[in-house]
């Protein structure tokens, strides 16, 4: 399929130009060390990411404790929705190869109808990261910090002794009340009834939320919910420091905010050359449809976006194993 | 327009043409290296729901896994995706040179520096 080196010809042949010492195209071969350098830049910033974490002092969360959760289902199904992913953007690069595929053989219509499906694919993707990175932002339920040491007993019967600083973290429905508790807004109260604590909103509706359990180590190992007076002990021993979710400066899931920072920069990074791969897959769509390449004689441009389309896939293999799995 | 940017006595990834016959036998090899893919994404997934992280020793082992797993899903898209693997040897070289360069510097760079903040709590923290 690709060029051949040239043997028997003579060097004044060789070196008199208008030969490519790579049997390529000047336009694949630049699209070629353009992937090199911002494969480079990837492998720096997951890089970075790795001795982040190994410098980090306190306990770094884990992919399949933080990333869990399935859009409109209760349960907890760890990495399942990140394989999905995976597996769409498989699928939309198995759909580019078979439109290179379809250029060889100059059939114009396999290239229309494979680049829509890749398009497809990659809208499918982005859809899927714009839910990951909202369900990201607004978090579990948020966490407080313990301002003294507290000892409670966890679900599975062993004693913990919580130092202060160690982060508690709320369930969902009871969370949604403390941020707005938590900001100081006055139609939130707390109710103290025998033991009984309770969040209740006034307004339009009166929203009301029972503290009934506490979770330590959500994201990390040992995740334990912890329940009852012990559950009430931890409320009571909160410190003024709450975290919902996440953004630029604050996040539920780890201590330092590099963690959160690292999520946005490298999911949003791949997430923007996805798009911007979409966008270029699309008026590749609409030239190859319009039939510019027919008339060329070659799908050689159908090559290129594939390969940069590719590498997207590829980026996020690495990203997949060492931000998700390790 | 006679376009000069293009040199047509040579051999040419742009002239790659294959025939309906080969086209089949190319596109059975797409659909395998697709459920090598998806299988390799399904074990790794559920290596990470199956074993425990608190194992020290086990989970060890598994990281070390999922890098070799990852790295042969790296080979297939570059080789069979993206079809380095047709490419002249120098072309594979020049592209696949700088990693191994890469890889090399990260591991020597580890060895030496990536543990300092273990013995240097002054400096760092």
Redesign the interface.
């Known amino acids: 399929m690709s060029g051949h080196s040239n043997d028997n010809v003579s060097s004044k042949e060789l070196w008199g130009g208008g030969r490519s010492p790579y049997g390529i195209s000047y336009g694949k071969m630049y699209m070629w060390f353009f992937l090199v350098s911002d494969a480079l830049t990837f492998g720096g910033l997951l890089s970075a990411y790795g001795f982040s974490r190994a410098a980090s002092e306190s306990q770094w969360p884990i992919g399949e404790q933080v990333f869990r959760a399935l859009p409109g289902l209760d349960g907890q199904y760890p990495l399942i929705y990140v394989a999905l992913m995976t597996f769409i953007l498989i699928v939309s690069s198995v759909t580019m190869v078979l439109a290179v595929e379809a250029g060889h053989r100059n059939d114009k219509r396999g290239v229309v109808r494979w680049m829509l499906a890749t398009i497809v694919g990659g809208m499918f993707f982005l859809g899927s990261q714009a839910w990951e990175w909202s369900h990201f932002i607004h978090g579990g339920g948020g966490s407080f910090l313990l301002a003294k040491e507290v000892t409670v007993t966890g679900e599975n019967g062993t004693q913990y002794t919580l130092p202060v600083g160690e982060p508690i973290f709320m369930d969902h429905h009871f969370g949604e009340l403390a941020e707005g508790y938590a900001n100081g807004d006055s139609n939130v109260i707390l109710e103290n009834d025998h033991g009984h604590i309770k969040l209740v909103q006034f307004g339009e509706h009166t929203h009301e939320a029972e503290l009934h359990s506490l979770t330590i180590n959500k994201y990390i190992i040992g995740e334990q919910e912890v329940s009852g007076a012990d559950a009430s002990a931890l409320w009571d021993a909160r410190s003024e420091s709450f975290k919902f979710g996440a953004n630029m400066h604050e996040n539920e899931y780890a201590m330092q905010q590099s963690y959160a920072n690292f999520f946005f920069f490298i999911t949003g990074f791949h997430g923007f050359h996805v798009f911007s791969g979409v966008v270029i897959n699309i008026i590749i769509f609409f030239m190859a449809l319009k039939g510019v390449f027919e008339k060329r004689g070659h799908y050689e441009m159908v090559e290129k976006v594939g390969l940069y389309w590719h590498f997207i896939d590829l980026v996020w293999v690495f990203v997949f194993t060492f931000f998700y799995l390790i | 327009m006679e376009r000069d940017?293009?040199?047509v006595?040579?051999?040419?990834?742009?002239?790659?043409?294959?025939?309906?016959e080969a086209?089949v036998k190319?596109?059975k090899n797409?659909i395998y290296?697709?459920v090598l893919?998806?299988a390799i994404?399904?074990v790794?997934?559920a290596m990470?729901?199956i074993f425990?992280?608190?194992e020290t020793y086990t989970w060890e082992a598994i990281?070390w896994t999922?890098?070799a797993?990852?790295l042969v899903?790296?080979g297939y898209?570059?080789m069979?995706?993206?079809?380095l693997s047709?490419?002249?040897s120098?072309?594979k070289k020049?592209?696949l040179m700088?990693?191994i360069l890469?890889i090399i510097y990260?591991f020597y760079i580890l060895a030496t520096e990536?543990f300092g903040?273990l013995f240097n709590h002054n400096s760092?923290?």
């Open positions: 940017d293009l040199i006595n040579d051999n040419y990834s742009l002239n790659a043409t294959h025939s309906e086209g190319i596109r797409i290296v697709t893919l998806t994404t399904a790794e997934v990470g729901i425990k992280r608190a990281k999922f890098v797993l990852t899903k790296a898209i570059v069979s995706f993206m079809h047709e490419e002249k120098v072309l020049s592209i700088p990693y890469f990260l990536g903040h760092l923290h």
